[in-house]
């Protein structure tokens, strides 16, 4: 791994991550169910100490956790991410009761969470949220979480009179339906846009929430979720009523960036294994690396990486200082990184040949994998959106 500005105890930390992905992660991803949650892979996440590391480090660090994973196990690069994205916001705007319920547990491994924003007709615009947060007069909220048995369930005390029914659909969720508790962003004001939408922190038991997965090309889980007035109270309330939004795109800035180091992994993945390919492959009387065509498209891979590579961390690194450009930066790393590593990955599996298509092969799979990193947490289309918003903002400053 290049240096970039990683000190030696970084640099070290990432090839103990490689080991550590493809020795013991690597079997139990491969046990694994495509299409559910791998709960023994997310548990070894925790025993590792490396879900943990989610809530105590900054985005630098993500990125390199997930870059480092990718490499060697995409699956277990995919459990931590997702941990980390439907966590993230308990972790920064949640109660202290809220936290202390659930992210030991999500630390651990012993809980799933997932992140809940697109819908079937809100997507890439995510101010057009429809699901909805309905005022519930009756205050019949004494009941959300019976059943479950134990007494954990936040709305079994309601805090204070303010009370919702969440009503309609979400669609192409991370880890549903099979997830613990669920961070959703509802829509609490009408025709208000942006600024009329609350994050709820939503355990998967409530009376109403029901959930199907959904057959993907990717092969982590992906599902849709349904509520059907769905009750939840103040003490659910991630942040402010009304001010969800924040919390939904102060989570996609920190993560987007890391999403870019996830793409980053899998391309350096798919440039080593065409490295190892072409100076071995006999072809034309030499060796494929010999063939100046195949040299330099070997060049170019490389070039790419490592500059979506630099493009990455200089983003995470934006983010930790906390400087105000964050979001541009933050939407050129994920655009560069993933637009690269589809690029990366379709070469190598061009150079390997039919060899890298049958199924089994490490291109195989990253040539699955790598291609919904460029629609999720925003696809590529929406990350030039604010990219060219930021620019004309920051022209509009003075800046």
């Known amino acids: 791994m290049p240096a970039f500005s990683l000190d030696p105890s970084q640099t070290a930390w990432c090839a103990e991550l490689r080991d550590l992905a493809a020795e013991r992660l690597r079997p ?136 919702w029914r969440l009503s309609g659909e979400k669609c192409w969720i991370s880890n549903a339906p099979e997830a613990d508790f669920y961070t959703v962003f509802a829509r609490t004001t009408p025709g208000a846009g942006a600024r009329g939408v609350t994050a709820f922190l939503v355990p998967a038991d409530r009376p109403g929430l029901t959930g199907t997965g959904l057959d993907m090309l990717s092969p982590h889980p992906i599902g849709s979720l349904t509520f059907d007035a769905v009750p939840v109270t103040a003490d659910d309330v991630l942040g402010e009523p009304d001010r969800g939004f924040r919390v939904a795109m102060g989570t996609l800035n920190l993560f987007r960036p890391s999403v870019g180091a996830f793409a980053v992994g899998m391309a350096q993945a798919a440039l080593d294994a065409t490295l190892a390919h072409t100076a071995e492959r006999d072809a034309f009387g030499g060796k494929l690396r010999d063939l100046q065509t195949v040299a330099h498209q070997v060049a170019e891979m490389a070039l790419r990486t490592e500059a979506a590579r630099l493009m990455v961390y200089a983003a995470a690194t934006a983010y930790d200082e906390k400087a105000p450009d ?26 390997h040949g039919a060899r890298a298509l049958r199924h089994g092969h490490l291109l195989e799979h990253l040539y699955r994998e790598v291609r919904a990193p460029r629609i999720y947490e925003g696809a590529s289309e929406v990350q030039r959106g604010i990219i060219a918003k930021e620019l004309y903002k920051s022209m509009e400053a003075g800046q």
């Open 28 to 163: 139990l991803a491969d046990k694994g169910e495509p299409g559910h949650v791998n709960r023994p892979l997310v548990a070894e996440l925790g025993r590792l100490g490396l879900l943990e590391r989610l809530f105590a480090s900054g985005a630098l660090d993500l990125c390199l956790m997930r870059e480092s994973l990718a490499y060697a196990c995409t699956e277990a690069e995919t459990a931590l991410a997702l941990q980390g994205l439907g966590a993230h916001p308990v972790h920064a705007h949640g109660t202290r009761a809220q936290r202390e319920r659930w992210l030991p547990r999500v630390a651990e491994g012993s809980a799933v969470a997932a992140f809940a924003l697109s819908e079937p007709g809100a997507g890439s615009d995510a101010a057009a949220l429809e699901l909805r947060a309905e005022g519930d007069a009756a205050g019949d909220g004494d009941g959300d979480g019976d059943g479950e048995g134990e007494g954990e369930s936040p709305a079994a005390e309601p805090d204070g009179p303010a009370r």
């Open 326 to 351: 964050v979001p541009g930066r933050a939407a050129m790393a994920k655009l560069l990184a993933t637009e690269t590593a589809q690029y990366v990955v379709d070469s190598a599996v061009q150079l």
